[in-house]
């Protein structure tokens, strides 16, 4: 299969090329970029106006597979990432039951090789059944495929404990990707510590929650070696302390998401818990020092950290419902809305946040790059085309997002995987 796509705006953040140009898909490869192409091709895409971009990698999402089906699966997860423009997703291992060990990683992999329209790695946990006391197999894990260990939705208390899984992890030569969240500084918050929780009558979640534990995982990152990599970052002081560890060189690197880098909590309504997220919408101070992290490539990943809930789940009080938000089908709207047309960063920089530095952090050799010869994971997306968010055309599971009805600028037109289109934009 022959792919010819045409007068694109080529942004890759592999060769540093950013111009209009012509590239050409042969099978599961790219096979040129270049200004002009007069090729043969089984299909011809006329790009004009629209990115051309690697496919997307989100460094975090929740598939709920295996037993918490009835919020997502593997199938519809990769279906999602497809309309995203989300190429490869790195799947958190709170599952039920926990992948923690090989056998559970292969029952992932060879779903997902079977039925998932898009690439599907499957993250380890870094204890067994995420209890915190002992390791997992993080080794026989490695060996089935995993590039990544973490404890996403809980941090590992034990100072020791963790510091062993990162010295692991060096040795195995994969990063560790941290929910930094003192638990025991939680006390049943479910929103930020702030005037807005005290104006709902709510428990609060303050920011030292997140920065102790970011400090301490810096520092063990800096006792080790291991490549650290931060997830959602929400707070003034994680942006402080990764600049930090960017002026020190240690080996630590770090993730917004997009409802953290366009909300706060201000824009809570009072009951409506698709605003419920942890760690939680921050203060405007929180946002700005993120947005001055993104600019700045301190913080040089943008996930999703997309948590899919059940409807019945989601319409709880804010005290009862589960925290978490879907993104996979609004990260890339988002990003352009609040990032990239408000002059924080560039589409380069979108480029190197959302597929070339997830590539390069996760040992992803042959993705994040449009060069000759490597997979032919792209995406198309039209940065000018608006449309409002509507839930209800999501094909995730998961309708749980504060971002309905909300009005958006930058639309995915096709995402293609492996040298096939998984997606293709019908509306216009």
């Not at 895409?45 to 999402?61: E, F, K, R």
């Not at 790695?121 to 995420?130: C, D, K, S």
């Not at 291991?226 to 993730?255: D, I, N, Q, W």
Request: aromatic residues 4%; negative net charge; proline residues 4%.
């Amino acid at each position: 299969m022959r792919i010819l796509i045409k007068n694109g705006r080529i942004i890759d953040p592999d060769t540093r090329r950013d111009q209009v140009g012509d590239l050409l898909i042969e099978d599961d490869r790219i096979s040129a970029v270049e200004d002009h192409l007069e090729e043969e091709a089984d299909r011809v895409v006329d790009a004009s106006g629209c990115y051309v971009m690697p496919g997307l990698i989100d460094m975090h999402v929740h598939l709920r597979d295996p037993g918490l089906t009835y919020k997502e699966d593997i199938i519809t997860g990769a279906d999602a990432a497809a309309h995203g423009g989300v190429t490869t997703i790195l799947a958190m291992p709170n599952t039920k039951p926990v992948m923690d060990d090989a056998s559970r990683v292969a029952y992932v992999k060879n779903k997902a090789r079977e039925f998932a329209k898009v690439n599907v790695l499957q993250v380890g946990a870094i204890t067994r059944g995420m209890k915190g006391e002992e390791l997992a197999d993080i080794e026989a894990m490695v060996k089935e495929g995993i590039p990544a260990i973490s404890e996403d939705g809980k941090s590992v208390m034990n100072s020791q404990l963790y510091r062993e899984a990162m010295q692991m992890a060096r040795r195995l030569n994969i990063p560790v990707l941290a929910h930094c969240e003192d638990i025991d500084m939680v006390r049943g918050g479910c929103m930020n510590d702030d005037e807005k929780a005290r104006e709902f009558s709510l428990p609060g979640i303050s920011n030292a929650v997140e920065d102790c534990i970011v400090a301490r995982d810096i520092i063990l990152a800096r006792d080790t070696g291991c490549h650290l990599h931060l997830c959602h970052c929400s707070t003034e002081g994680a942006a402080m302390m990764m600049r930090a560890s960017k002026e020190y060189g240690l080996p630590v690197s770090a993730e917004v998401c997009p409802h953290h880098f366009t909300l706060t909590s201000s824009d809570m309504v009072e009951g409506d818990a698709n605003y419920k997220m942890n760690p939680p919408l921050r203060t405007e101070k929180d946002r700005q020092a993120l947005l001055e992290a993104l600019r700045d490539d301190v913080i040089e990943v943008i996930s999703t950290d997309h948590a899919p809930h059940s409807e019945e789940e989601k319409s709880r009080s804010m005290r009862e419902a589960p925290f978490g938000i879907v993104g996979l089908e609004t990260s890339v709207a988002l990003t352009i809305t609040e990032l990239v047309d408000k002059g924080w960063i560039t589409p380069m920089q979108m480029a190197e946040k959302m597929s070339g530095n997830p590539a390069r952090i996760v040992h992803l050799d042959n993705k994040g790059s449009l060069r000759p010869g490597k997979d032919a994971d792209v995406v198309i997306i039209n940065p000018e085309e608006e449309y409002t968010i509507d839930v209800n055309k999501f094909v995730s599971k998961g309708k749980n997002s504060p971002f309905h009805g909300r009005r958006v600028k930058g639309k995915v037109k096709m995402t293609i995987c492996g040298g096939l289109v998984v997606y293709e934009d019908q509306e216009n």
